[in-house]
């Protein structure tokens, strides 16, 4: 949790400072991934329990307490899932560089990169779509920064070919993101008619 802010505030010196890091994958879920993942899970359980999803033209969808209950479990999941499948892709793309970081590394690295994506997750407890959107989008913006910063860092590459291997990255991400939703939107389609 002691980069959270360094991440927001000075983020290339953040990134040297996780790079010389040795950090194990368990010990960043859980002094990371698993805190950090709970503030869209928890603040989506409150704001679609309390106020509901407004999709505008006086049409809001509140969500019972069970339904919204079952559907944060599966949102968590999903959530902690997409940071080990992005650590699995930068390992996956990483292949043809001859300082190809392990698995363990990747995986870390993913976790602390999608930290603005975590924090925007703040916006759901007044759950407006289309303020949800944008601040998803300006997270997301900010996640492409970093790793446009720690890429050249984390695999001792230059500049302009970060900017095609973080480019890829996050395109990669967005589609991972995308399926993610997907999924709960799927999910919380048949959850709102079971519960």
Known sequence: MNHVWGLLAHPDREMRDIRQENETVSHHYTHHVLL?????????FIGTTRLGW???AQRTVQLSLMTAFALAILFYGLILGGVAVMGRVIHWM??????????????????YVATPLFISGLVALYPLVWLCVFVGALALAYTGYLLYLGIPMFLNIDREESLRFSGSTLAIGVLVFEVLLAMTVVLWGYGYRLF
């Open 36 to 44: 950090m993942a709970l503030i869209p899970v928890i603040c989506a």
């Open 94 to 111: 990483a292949r043809n560089y001859p300082q190809r970081p392990s698995l363990q590394r990747c995986t870390v690295f993913a976790g």
């Open 54 to 56: 407004d999709f505008g």
